[in-house]
Structures are given as structure tokens and as C-alpha cells.
């Protein structure tokens, strides 16, 4: 639910402020919130698990520089619907990197949530194609496939806090997320917007969608299998949906709520499964 709102909230975010500086900002202040989460580096085993996971945090920063250009490229609801072919990415990813073959009903569960999400994607006619944000959005559904697994294997080498791993990713994002903005604006960067929405749209990102959101998915990922954590993620697309139609009055027609539909089962579906 809380990263549906984030299409909505970056959108709002973007519109003011450079996508780059903006991610700077985002990581920067989750950073500075986690750094006394940094303790659980302490161990003989510090340097090897902290490459891992500044490994994750280089992967997150590519997903978080493709999802936030898509977004401010494509609608709200476009991007947390397109986001959701992570769901049929990651059993794909798990079988590539984890080397873990897919259950049939999970291989079919990511079948149903890929017709979801294409029916969605189309929703306004073939014709209408997809744009650059629109595809932005799909490399970054593939990476994030990529990240649930990486996320998987760390864990079960290194065994580093959900917490102190969430504060070395956002510390790895900040400093690459800073280079890029800095190799692509200079070192003039824009003043920060004074608009109440801004910072809501900020609050809203760092404490609940960031902060929050990755502790709990680093936590769950260590604990379950990848392909059951997107499936369950696969709820996001439905929430963004709704939030971007109410909250910044998008549009949908009937073949897209059929497509969040569909991506909905698909995550109920996995969930009943004891294994």
C-alpha cells in the first residue's frame, strides 16, 4: 500500500525538483535517520558483507534513477502498473541467479500477473504504444527481480541486520545518486522548493516508502522465498492505481482495473500455497 502511494508522491515531488537532487535528498535523510543502524557492521565478517550489500545499494540507485524519470516520463498509474512485471522477472531471475526452478503454480501465478500488467500498459489501445517513461519503467520492473534475489543470497551468507543492510544501501545511493547529479547539473544545484506539497511528498518518501519499507522488505526477503516476495508485492500496482486516480485524478478504463484484477490473484493465489 505504502509504496503504491510512492508513484503519486515522486510525481508531485519531481515536478519541483530535479530528479537526481531529489534522489539525493530522499536517500540522504533516510541515511543520516539509519546511521546508528550502522553498529550491526561490527564483526570479523564486516568488509566481505559490506561489499555484498554495497552491491544491493548500487543495484536499488539504478532501479530508483529508472523508476523516478519514468515516473515524472508516464502516469502514476502507468508506473506502478508496469513496475509490476517484477512478478514475472524474478522467478526467471531466481532460476538465473539462485539457481532455484520455479513451482508450476508460481511460474503460472507470474503468467497471470504479465497478463495483468500488459493489459494494463495497453489499457488506452495497441496503437497508443509506450512511452520512454513507460519503458523506464519496465527495466526497472527487471531489476528489481534482480534485487530480490541478490537480496536473498546476502542474507544467506552474511546474515547483516535488515536495518544496518537498509542503512549501507541508502548510504551507497546517496553518494551515487550525488556523483550523477553532479556529472549531469555541475555542482549549481536548484534551491529546495518551499511548497507544503513538496515536502509531504518528501515526508511521505522517506519515513514510509524508504525507511520503512525497505527495512521490512530486507527482513521478509531473508526469511522467504523471492519468488513469493514479489508475488506478494504484486498488490503495489492496484494501491498505486487507486491513489493516483483519487489523489491526482488519472484516468483508467475497465481493460486496466481488469489487469490490477488480475495481478491481485495472481498474489492471493501465491499466498495460499503453504511452501
Same mark, same amino acid.
Given at each position: 500500500?505504502?509504496?503504491?502511494?510512492?508513484?503519486?508522491?515522486?510525481?508531485?515531488?519531481?515536478?519541483?525538483?530535479?530528479?537526481?537532487?531529489?534522489?539525493?535528498?530522499?536517500?540522504?535523510?533516510?541515511?543520516? %535517520?539509519? &546511521?546508528? $543502524?550502522?553498529?550491526?557492521?561490527?564483526?570479523?565478517?564486516?568488509? @566481505? /558483507?559490506? #561489499?555484498? =550489500?554495497?552491491?544491493?545499494?548500487?543495484?536499488?540507485?539504478?532501479?530508483?534513477?529508472?523508476?523516478?524519470?519514468?515516473?515524472?516520463?508516464?502516469?502514476?498509474?502507468?508506473?506502478?502498473?508496469?513496475?509490476?512485471?517484477?512478478?514475472?522477472?524474478?522467478?526467471?531471475?531466481?532460476?538465473?541467479?539462485?539457481?532455484?526452478?520455479?513451482?508450476?503454480?508460481?511460474?503460472?501465478?507470474?503468467?497471470?500477473?504479465?497478463?495483468?500488467?500488459?493489459?494494463?500498459?495497453?489499457?488506452?489501445?495497441?496503437?497508443?504504444?509506450?512511452?520512454?517513461?513507460?519503458?523506464?519503467?519496465?527495466?526497472?520492473?527487471?531489476?528489481?527481480?534482480?534485487?530480490?534475489?541478490?537480496?536473498?543470497?546476502?542474507?544467506?551468507?552474511?546474515?547483516?541486520?535488515? %536495518?544496518? &543492510?537498509? $542503512?549501507?544501501?541508502?548510504?551507497?545511493?546517496?553518494?551515487?545518486? @550525488? /556523483?550523477? #547529479?553532479? =556529472?549531469?547539473?555541475?555542482?549549481?544545484?536548484?534551491?529546495?522548493?518551499?511548497?507544503?506539497?513538496?515536502?509531504?511528498?518528501?515526508?511521505?518518501?522517506?519515513?514510509?516508502?524508504?525507511?520503512?519499507?525497505?527495512?521490512?522488505?530486507?527482513?521478509?526477503?531473508?526469511?522467504?522465498?523471492?519468488?513469493?516476495?514479489?508475488?506478494?508485492?504484486?498488490?503495489?500496482?492496484?494501491?498505486?492505481?487507486?491513489?493516483?486516480?483519487?489523489?491526482?485524478?488519472?484516468?483508467?478504463?475497465?481493460?486496466?482495473?481488469?489487469?490490477?484484477?488480475?495481478?491481485?490473484?495472481?498474489?492471493?493465489?501465491?499466498?495460499?500455497?503453504?511452501?
Amino acid at each position: 500500500v505504502i509504496w503504491g502511494g510512492s508513484y503519486s508522491a515522486a510525481k508531485i515531488a519531481a515536478e519541483q525538483m530535479p530528479v537526481l537532487q531529489l534522489l539525493v535528498l530522499r536517500f540522504g535523510l533516510t541515511f543520516l %535517520l539509519l &546511521l546508528p $543502524a550502522l553498529r550491526g557492521l561490527a564483526g570479523a565478517s564486516w568488509p @566481505a /558483507a559490506l #561489499a555484498g =550489500a554495497s552491491v544491493l545499494g548500487a543495484n536499488l540507485l539504478a532501479i530508483f534513477v529508472c523508476e523516478t524519470f519514468g515516473v515524472s516520463l508516464t502516469s502514476a498509474a502507468n508506473a506502478a502498473f508496469l513496475i509490476s512485471l517484477c512478478v514475472a522477472f524474478t522467478p526467471l531471475c531466481e532460476w538465473w541467479l539462485l539457481r532455484v526452478k520455479p513451482s508450476a503454480m508460481v511460474a503460472t501465478a507470474a503468467g497471470l500477473s504479465l497478463l495483468g500488467a500488459t493489459l494494463l500498459a495497453f489499457q488506452h489501445g495497441a496503437g497508443a504504444g509506450l512511452s520512454w517513461g513507460d519503458g523506464l519503467m519496465v527495466l526497472a520492473a527487471l531489476l528489481r527481480g534482480v534485487m530480490v534475489c541478490l537480496t536473498r543470497r546476502h542474507g544467506q551468507r552474511h546474515g547483516l541486520p535488515a %536495518l544496518t &543492510l537498509t $542503512a549501507v544501501q541508502m548510504g551507497v545511493m546517496t553518494l551515487g545518486a @550525488a /556523483a550523477m #547529479a553532479v =556529472a549531469v547539473h555541475g555542482t549549481a544545484w536548484a534551491p529546495l522548493p518551499s511548497s507544503a506539497s513538496f515536502w509531504g511528498a518528501v515526508a511521505f518518501l522517506v519515513l514510509l516508502c524508504t525507511l520503512l519499507a525497505f527495512f521490512v522488505q530486507n527482513y521478509a526477503i531473508a526469511r522467504t522465498q523471492p519468488s513469493r516476495v514479489a508475488l506478494l508485492m504484486g498488490s503495489e500496482p492496484l494501491w498505486g492505481a487507486l491513489i493516483a486516480v483519487t489523489w491526482l485524478g488519472e484516468h483508467m478504463t475497465w481493460q486496466g482495473w481488469l489487469g490490477g484484477a488480475l495481478i491481485i490473484v495472481s498474489a492471493w493465489w501465491v499466498t495460499r500455497s503453504p511452501h
